[in-house]
């Protein structure tokens, strides 16, 4: 039976484990909403290709922290795969480019399998996904956080050293709007910097003719940003082709690089790309989120 101290001594080696596997990374991202339903998982997905598309090759990891609906390996095409374990810990899957993934899904024993844990239990199972998973070196991990403030987001936030930001992700609907400020709020109380606000399904792109039609309403997204002092990154048109390409584990960008979205979404790389760099170029007294 294991004692309190054995306890606390296996969290205290999982912890500097983790801090020993971090430090091999450069930049840690995760993608955070205020609520389900954004297409939070889809902007991850699509982020972690882009920076492998962009010189990152093989040098990419995608971490699936939704404990209770982990869906990346769906939308990268990986379903059949598992983790690889290994003396010095579990190996991530290797997805499209090279991009190393780890998912609770790699572990289920099947799709309709769910996971009823509460929150003692989810968080302890996080700092050992966590500390387990040997990424190597990495330019980039980017973190696909399950909606809301909950355990799980609040866990992984605390848990991972030395973050670079989080993208907030949203969608032109005022309800969407009124929960993008708990995620900032969030985000500070953490002292996690905010990188910007992403708006997705700003409004729908004709494949055929290229007209755009605003099915909900626009602008929410760069208002909010604006009204918290936090950058807005742009808009992502909506294209049925997203659902398609998420439904067939083809990530959207590499399946349709020419179109409005493929163009917005890569804006918005550009400027995250920036962020880093100017954050690398400040002193340890000007980082933070302002």
């Known amino acids: 039976m294991q004692t309190t101290g054995d306890t606390q001594s296996s969290t205290l080696d999982e912890q500097t484990v983790l801090r020993t596997r971090m430090k091999k990374i450069k930049h840690k991202i995760a993608v955070i909403s205020g609520k389900g339903g954004v297409g939070k998982t889809v902007i991850a997905v699509n982020l972690a290709i882009a920076f492998a598309l962009q010189g990152h090759e093989n040098r990419v990891g995608l971490l699936d922290a939704d404990l209770h609906g982990p869906c990346v390996p769906k939308m990268l095409g990986m379903e059949d795969q598992k983790l690889r374990v290994g003396p010095i810990g579990a190996f991530p899957a290797l997805g499209p480019l090279g991009v190393k993934v780890a998912s609770m899904a790699f572990v289920l ?25 040997a990424w190597g070196e990495l330019d980039f991990l980017f973190i696909d956080l399950p909606p809301g403030t909950g355990d799980e987001p609040l866990s992984v936030l605390k848990l991972l050293p030395e973050m670079d930001g989080v993208v907030i992700v949203t969608i032109p609907s005022e309800v969407s709007q009124n929960v993008v400020g708990k995620a900032i709020t ?32 626009t602008g929410g997204g760069e208002k909010v940003a604006q009204e918290s002092s936090v950058p807005f990154l742009g808009s992502i048109p909506l294209d049925p082709r997203v659902c398609e390409a998420s439904d067939l584990g083809h990530p959207f960008i590499m399946e349709n690089p020419d179109s409005p979205a493929s163009k917005a979404f890569m804006e918005i790389v550009e400027k995250i790309k920036t962020y880093i760099q100017e954050k690398e170029n400040m002193s340890p007294n000007e980082t933070g989120d302002k």
Do not use: Y
């Open 109 to 133: 024993e099947g799709k309709e399998v769910p996971v009823v844990w509460r929150g003692p239990l989810k968080m302890r199972a996080i700092q050992q996904f966590l500390s387990e998973i």
């Open 186 to 217: 969030f985000s500070r109380q953490l002292n996690v910097p905010v990188i910007g606000v992403v708006e997705n399904m700003s409004g729908f792109v004709c494949p055929d003719c290229g007209k755009e039609t605003h099915i909900f309403r």
